[in-house]
């Protein structure tokens, strides 16, 4: 068999392995709110910065799994200075990390129940003390980008006693990664386990 060909077989064999996994993955994960897709348009009086609504999961009044704290404290309203930052360009292995200031508008005080991630290279560290109406707290969120490479967009949802119980934030990244290394010897390059996420 050609060493081509090798290649070639080799490279079906992984490519539906990893639709399989991905496949099981998306099963396991079909129940969890994260996966579900994001709106645009939002029913929260908060806004981001120029009149941008925030970001809100459909069907995040009801809380799901996370919330139920929330869901039984009086309401109040949410603003952020901003709803999604860019790190642009950030080199593989980089952990970077930015605010994100958020503003309690009502009248009863923020508590916020749970900050969560979209995967592990993506940790938001948040307030857990209550905010004052009127007053302002930041969350942080620190970004992994070992084992990534090129466009990355991560999220952060947020759970809290507003309605809906749960807003988004969003972070991207370019990820600049050394090019993978191809075989001189026609056998394939010996490959490192993907990073968990």
Do not use: W
């Not at 490519?15 to 709110?33: E, M, P, R, T």
């Not at 938001?124 to 490479?149: C, H, L, T, W």
Request: aromatic share 4%; proline share 9%.
């Amino acid at each position: 068999m050609s060493n081509g060909l090798k290649v070639g077989l080799l490279v079906v064999v992984a490519g539906a392995l990893a639709f399989l996994g991905y496949s099981q993955y998306k099963k396991n994960s079909s129940d969890d709110i994260s996966s579900r897709p994001i709106s645009e348009t939002s029913t929260n009086p908060g806004v981001g910065v120029n009149g941008e609504p925030v970001k809100t999961l459909p069907g995040a009044e009801q809380g799901g799994a996370a919330g139920t704290a929330s869901q039984a404290r009086a309401k109040t309203t949410i603003s952020f200075d901003h709803i999604e930052h860019d790190f642009g360009k950030v080199k593989q292995g980089d952990q970077v990390e930015c605010m994100f200031k958020v503003t309690n508008t009502g009248n009863e005080p923020l508590i916020i129940e749970d900050a969560k991630g979209s995967c592990g290279c993506t940790i938001p560290e948040y307030p857990k003390e209550p905010i004052a109406p009127g007053q302002s707290k930041d969350i942080k969120v620190k970004f992994n980008s070992a084992g990534k490479r090129e466009g990355q967009t991560k999220t952060v949802t947020i759970t809290a006693n507003t309605e809906p119980l749960q807003t988004m934030l969003t972070i991207k990244a370019f990820v600049d990664a050394p090019p993978v290394e191809q075989p001189k010897d026609g056998k394939p390059a010996p490959t490192t386990p993907p990073a968990k996420h």
